[in-house]
């Protein structure tokens, strides 16, 4: 699969991910000028993200966002956001636009979510990871409103049910995130790469983007 790229150390894989990154928001924006760049949680990413942060690209013109959030207080450990600001926090050029604006009503968090992150469609660059069970953003499986983003047809952002706390999440949908240009999925541990490549016969949530990443990372 030559969009699979695999390396045999993560910090091969994340210095070789982070300049791909590099590039990617450097060529959209000469292009472009301001772009949309969503980002996933997690801590796989974080690395990439830190080098990113650190390095002496300008990154005025990008909107950040992010692929799914846990309706969690910011300064929560479980926030997306929270720890995003945090590797971010010594730059004073970067525009990273939260999901959680109702910290008092997760519903109508979602809706003005919904509608705030509606600029953000067609975008330039999403970077995404998976978990153990196949799930991406938070597009869960055995989960009705994650069954339903991944076949809806309106790019959203939406409710969804995590089986694991915290149980309440905010997500892009799948029409949402095909939407971007570059679809960059970084997964690291064989287990995972075998979820990924088996993900049709399984029927997981990736299955249903399988085919439509730009570029695979991997490292064991």
């Known amino acids: 699969m030559e ?27 000469q292009r472009n000028g301001t772009i949309s760049v969503l980002l996933s949680g997690g801590t796989t990413p974080l ?7 650190q390095s002496n690209l300008d ?3 990008v909107r950040f966002g992010l692929v799914d959030e846990r309706f969690v207080e910011i300064e929560n450990d479980a926030s997306n956001e929270g720890v995003i600001r945090s590797l971010c926090r010594h730059r004073t050029d970067i525009h990273l636009m939260g999901m959680v604006v109702n ?3 997760y519903q109508e968090s979602v809706k003005q979510c919904n509608r705030m992150y509606q600029p953000l469609i067609n975008g330039s660059l999403v970077l995404l990871g998976m978990g153990v069970d196949g799930h991406f953003a938070s597009l869960f499986p055995n989960d009705l409103p994650s069954t339903r983003g991944l076949s809806a047809e309106k790019p959203e952002v939406i409710a969804t049910n995590a089986p694991a706390h915290p149980t309440e ?11 971007y240009k570059h679809r960059i999925l970084y ?16 029927n997981s949530p990736i299955a249903r983007i399988f085919d439509q990443l730009t570029e695979i990372y991997f490292a064991p």
């Open 103 to 105: 910290h008092a009503n």
């Open 47 to 53: 690395p990439v993200y830190e080098e990113l942060f």
């Open 187 to 202: 997964i690291t541990g064989t287990d995972k790469l075998a979820k990924f490549l088996n993900s049709k016969d399984d």
């Open 169 to 179: 999440r905010i997500s892009t949908n799948l029409p949402f995130l095909l939407t």
């Open 59 to 61: 990154l005025s013109q």
């Open 3 to 29: 969009r699979l790229k695999q390396f045999q150390y993560r910090e091969t894989a994340v210095g070789a991910l982070s300049l791909r990154l590099k590039d990617i928001i450097t060529d959209e924006c």
